[in-house]
């Protein structure tokens, strides 16, 4: 399964920064099928450069933030600026009259007093507009970190040399203004801190009273924002998606046997040699081979635990690799490229108030529809679980009609060997199995796909076995 405990995402995901999470998932649930090619490339170029990927890793890993980029570009797109930017004009007029009235003071040629006074009417000023810088204060906390953390990952990505397309089309766009975006986003990091001096009470109180620093940051602060609010959130969606490009990166420098996928566009969907499910145990795994074409729908029958449900979800995740742009497991693979659909490990709800009968209906439901559109891999394993056995043979058989009718291509997994009488119906519908067989009071399995229909079913077997009956 691609995402929990023990999945493929738990498993390939390398990334450092929450959006780059985020990212990795929206590859995997994207089910793009274009630029396969370029992806490919893109993986293989960064699957060779360790020391970029490992750098930048660390880089990320050295600061915790507190906020999503999310958040940061929802508030920077909504933000309405408060204060006037003449503000920053007074500020300079009053920091200058400042150090001349200091310069005065120090040479004897004016009262201490007079610079006093002068010193709370800059408190005063700055008073004035307390409230408001408080506010923005109180917003930057919360994304200062993130821009320390950005800025040097922009300067990563800034600084390589890449050659594939989809690499070098994501580094213009960092590269877009008149300045680099990593020194613009090292500019606002630096207005920040800048700003987060004003819990130093002594810099905060000569500063504020001699040169109205509090005045000058947040109007800073806003000056920044209006200049770049409308490029900040790409900048944030290129070093996600390179936080999430390495985690592939690195999937494909530790597999090195994984093969990429060939594209084409002939007949066949899928023709591979020797695939296998990338999570299992190389020692233990048996690989098969697996060749179907537009349009074919095979019925796949087989006793408990022959591996029926496992190689779907193969088929599956090879699949969501192959539209990925990564290599998957197997010694060859041509693959036409194509979006995937599932009926798999259909739940309940309580909370819902939903059966399982009809949270599989809903699935299934939104299959047809969604195939009248747009052609799709179909995957289903066991459907119509949740009714009676007369009714999932009549139900099952229909619905797999249907799917034939629409010129689909798929696979179900079933126990019911009644469905498989629809080969004799469809030239295009075809029967294949997983056996088990009994042997010295023991069940053995081969785990292979073979031609044909199953005839050695192990229910009653495995009950007996384990003293249940």
Known sequence: DLFGIGSFFQYINRTVTNDGKKMLA???????????LE??????????????????????????TKNTSGFIINWIHNYTAVLSKKLAVLQNLFSIISLLLIGLVSFGE?????????????????GRFL?????LYSETDKVRETFKQYHVLLNEIEKEEFSSKILKDKQRIINSE??????????????????DQRNNVVIAVLGNGLFLTEVRNAVNVESWISKYNHTVEKWFSVVAFFDAQN?????????????????TSEKEIINATNLGHPLLDVTKRIDNNFNINKEQFFIVTGANMAGKSTF??????????????????????????????????????????????????????FIVDEIKEEKYFIILDEILKGTNSKDKAIGSKKFVEKLTKSKSTGIIATHDVSLCELENEFPDIKNYYFDAEINNNELHFDYTLKNGICKNMNASFLLKKMEIV
């Open 26 to 36: 929206n590859i995997f649930t994207e089910n793009k099928t274009d630029q396969i």
């Open 39 to 64: 992806k490919q490339e893109a993986v293989k170029e960064l699957s060779e450069k360790v020391k970029f990927r490992q750098h930048f890793s660390a880089l990320a890993s050295l600061v915790t």
């Open 110 to 126: 004016l009262s201490f007093s007079i610079l006093l006074l002068w010193f709370f009417i800059g408190l005063a000023i700055t």
């Open 131 to 135: 409230k408001k810088t408080n506010n």
């Open 178 to 195: 008149n300045k680099k975006a990593s020194a613009i986003f090292k500019e606002f990091s630096k207005i920040l801190d800048a700003f």
């Open 247 to 263: 985690s592939l990166a690195n999937f494909k420098f530790n597999h090195i046997n994984f093969v990429f996928p060939e594209i």
């Open 312 to 365: 779907l979800r193969t088929i599956s995740l090879s699949i969501v690799m192959a539209n990925c742009g990564l290599p998957v497991c197997a010694e060859s693979f041509k693959y036409a490229p194509i979006k995937l659909i599932t009926s798999m490990r259909t739940t309940d709800s309580l909370t819902e108030d939903e059966s399982y009968f009809y949270s599989e209906l809903k699935r299934l439901k």
